[in-house]
């Protein structure tokens, strides 16, 4: 994302926690939870789990040239654990055992997508608490109905309001569920966790304990549904927003006038017309809701 524009389409707390640096920090943290694990069962030692541990730390490792290093392997993966061994030092040798590249950028991707959606949780509810006000401020407040975009008949800015708020509560319910699906991926070279032995669902029972993920009845290296559950989630929650974003721009029109959108002093203003009010949130939440029906799409393929 470009530094210029990435305040319009990749601001708050979402930006930091999809960033590059916050996908090292999950690979490292999927690996430290796989030590644990391994400890756990007996497999490798309490102590070497824990300088595994102290060495999963995204802070210590240069992400540019990791990125760099992925070309030649494909995955960054294999690069952070070459690192990551060297890091462990005596413990070394413990590092990703029984696990393959993908358990890991799985697991890594079930970490990040978590985290950005208990951000998005957060802004949702911020939003749907704005909304719910303003569905009990104007219960009574006449406004001019309309379909095709043309006065139809009366209604209430109070139960537009509450439609708006009733997409915002079912994209709520779509994204929980979809982070109750979000589980540690553990399958080994081809899925049998046989590098693991008998210790293999206990490992992965423990390895999900840690990270607090779901724990998958199977490994679903080529089983992508929950993939495209969040991706399904995420794509309501983007028309939902940008509905209630177009039907502000709509109402704000000034041969309209019903709506203004608040905002910090200044914003909305007019290079060139002091007198404009643009509704520029309203706008830009539109703006990239419109680039996530492809993205979904990709997600599904």
Same mark, same amino acid.
């Given at each position: 994302m470009?530094?210029l524009?990435?305040g319009l389409?990749a601001?708050?707390?979402?930006?930091? &926690?999809?960033?590059?640096?916050?996908?090292?920090?999950?690979?490292l943290?999927?690996?430290?939870a796989?030590a644990g694990a391994?400890?756990d069962?007996?497999?490798?030692?309490r102590?070497? #789990?824990?300088s595994?541990?102290?060495?999963?730390?995204?802070?210590?490792?240069?992400v540019?040239?990791?990125?760099? #290093? #992925?070309v030649?392997?494909?995955?960054?993966v294999v690069?952070?654990v070459?690192?990551?061994t060297?890091?462990a030092g005596?413990?070394g +040798?413990s590092v990703?055992?029984?696990?393959?590249?993908q358990?890991?950028?799985d697991?890594?991707?079930?970490?990040?997508?978590?985290?950005?959606?208990?951000?998005l949780?957060?802004?949702?509810?911020?939003?749907?608490?704005a909304?719910?006000?303003? &569905?009990a401020?104007?219960?009574?407040?006449?406004?001019?109905?309309r379909?095709l975009?043309?006065?139809?008949a009366?209604t209430?800015?109070g139960?537009?309001?509450?439609?708006?708020?009733?997409?915002l509560?079912?994209?709520?319910?779509?994204?929980?569920q979809?982070?109750?699906?979000?589980?540690?991926?553990?399958g080994?070279?081809?899925?049998?966790?046989? #590098?693991?032995?008998?210790?293999g669902?206990?490992?992965?029972?423990?390895?999900?304990r840690?990270?607090?993920l779901?724990e998958?009845?199977?490994?679903?290296?080529?089983?992508r549904?929950?993939i495209?559950a969040l991706?399904? &989630?995420?794509?309501q929650? +983007?028309g939902?927003v &940008?509905?209630?974003?177009? +039907?502000?721009t709509?109402?704000?029109q000034?041969e309209i006038g019903?709506?203004t959108?608040e905002?910090p002093?200044?914003?909305?203003?007019?290079s060139t017309m002091p007198?404009?009010r643009n509704p520029?949130?309203a706008?830009l939440?539109?703006?990239c809701?419109?680039?996530a029906?492809g993205?979904? +799409?990709?997600?599904?393929?």
């Open positions: 470009s530094e524009f990435a389409q601001a708050g707390g979402v930006r930091d &926690a999809v960033s590059d640096l916050a996908w090292v920090q999950a690979m943290d999927a690996e430290a796989l391994l400890a069962a007996g497999r490798i030692g102590v070497e #789990a824990d595994i541990a102290a060495a999963c730390d995204a802070s210590l490792y240069d540019t040239e990791l990125g760099r #290093a #992925a030649s392997v494909g995955n960054p690069p952070l070459r690192e990551l060297r890091q005596d413990a +040798a990703h055992s029984g696990a393959t590249s358990d890991i950028l697991t890594a991707a079930m970490l990040v997508a978590r985290r950005a959606m208990d951000v949780l957060a802004d949702l509810a911020g939003c749907a608490d909304v719910a006000r303003l &569905a401020d104007h219960v009574d407040t006449v406004q001019a109905g379909t975009l043309q006065q139809a009366p209430t800015f139960l537009t309001a509450a439609v708006w708020l009733s997409g509560v079912a994209a709520e319910v779509a994204l929980r979809a982070r109750g699906q979000l589980a540690v991926q553990l080994g070279a081809v899925g049998t966790l046989a #590098a693991l032995g008998d210790d669902p206990a490992v992965l029972t423990s390895m999900a840690r990270l607090d779901a998958p009845v199977l490994p679903w290296h080529t089983e549904s929950r495209a991706a399904a &989630a995420l794509g929650t +983007a939902t &940008a509905t209630i974003g177009r +039907a502000i709509l109402l704000a000034t019903e709506l959108e905002g002093q200044n914003s909305g203003g007019s007198h404009k520029v949130a706008v939440a539109c703006s809701a419109q680039q029906p993205l979904v +799409a990709t997600l599904l393929a």
